[in-house]
């Protein structure tokens, strides 16, 4: 299976280093997908999820999929390489489902407002909320999406 690197780093620190069969990004014009070989690109990030497919290592195990929520950022695409620098990144692991919902609801509340920069920001609240309510409910449990993880 072609694969590609994959780094994805804040300024503070690095999130993910590995080999990806395929990445998936919200960028500011849609959802990108990239492959192994993919032309070159430099794309502007909006709040979302990233999706990270792993290869599987060989053992008829299934591919492996990180999911982690960023904040808004960049990503640049190579051949066979992708760097995300990211504002802030949020592990499926440390996302809070309760404290996601919250957000999303006091954001839905204020979007309405009639001063613009207040219903923008809350725009982007829920954006981010939504993400980390989708990364959350996939990596539960009881989701029957759960991808595996990787050790």
Same mark, same amino acid.
């Given at each position: 299976?072609?694969?590609?690197?994959?780094?994805?780093?804040?300024?503070?620190?690095?999130?993910?280093?590995?080999?990806?069969?395929?990445?998936?990004?919200?960028?500011?014009? /849609?959802? $990108?997908? %990239?492959? &192994?070989?993919?032309?070159?690109? =430099? #794309?502007?990030?909006?709040?979302?999820?990233?999706? +990270? @497919?792993?290869?599987?290592?060989?053992?008829?195990?299934?591919?492996?999929?990180?999911?982690?929520?960023?904040?808004? /950022?960049? $990503?640049? %695409?190579? &051949?066979?390489?992708?760097?995300? =620098? #990211?504002?802030?990144?949020?592990?499926?692991?440390? +996302? @809070?489902?309760?404290?996601?919902?919250?957000?999303?609801?006091?954001?839905?509340?204020?979007?309405?407002?009639?001063?613009?920069?207040?219903? %923008?920001?809350?725009?982007?609240?829920?954006?981010? #909320?939504?993400?980390?309510?989708?990364?959350?409910?996939?990596?539960?449990?009881?989701?029957?999406?759960?991808?595996?993880?990787?050790?």
């Amino acid at each position: 299976m072609k694969c590609m690197s994959v780094l994805v780093a804040t300024a503070e620190q690095e999130i993910f280093r590995g080999n990806a069969a395929m990445l998936i990004a919200p960028s500011m014009q /849609g959802e $990108l997908a %990239v492959l &192994p070989g993919h032309a070159p690109l =430099l #794309a502007m990030l909006r709040p979302g999820e990233v999706r +990270i @497919d792993c290869p599987a290592d060989g053992s008829g195990e299934p591919c492996e999929s990180t999911d982690v929520v960023v904040f808004g /950022g960049f $990503l640049e %695409v190579q &051949p066979n390489a992708v760097i995300i =620098l #990211a504002d802030a990144v949020e592990r499926a692991e440390d +996302i @809070d489902a309760a404290q996601a919902r919250e957000a999303a609801d006091n954001a839905r509340k204020l979007i309405s407002s009639p001063d613009k920069e207040v219903a %923008v920001k809350a725009m982007l609240d829920l954006e981010v #909320a939504i993400a980390k309510l989708r990364v959350a409910r996939k990596n539960s449990k009881e989701s029957f999406l759960k991808p595996s993880r990787r050790s």
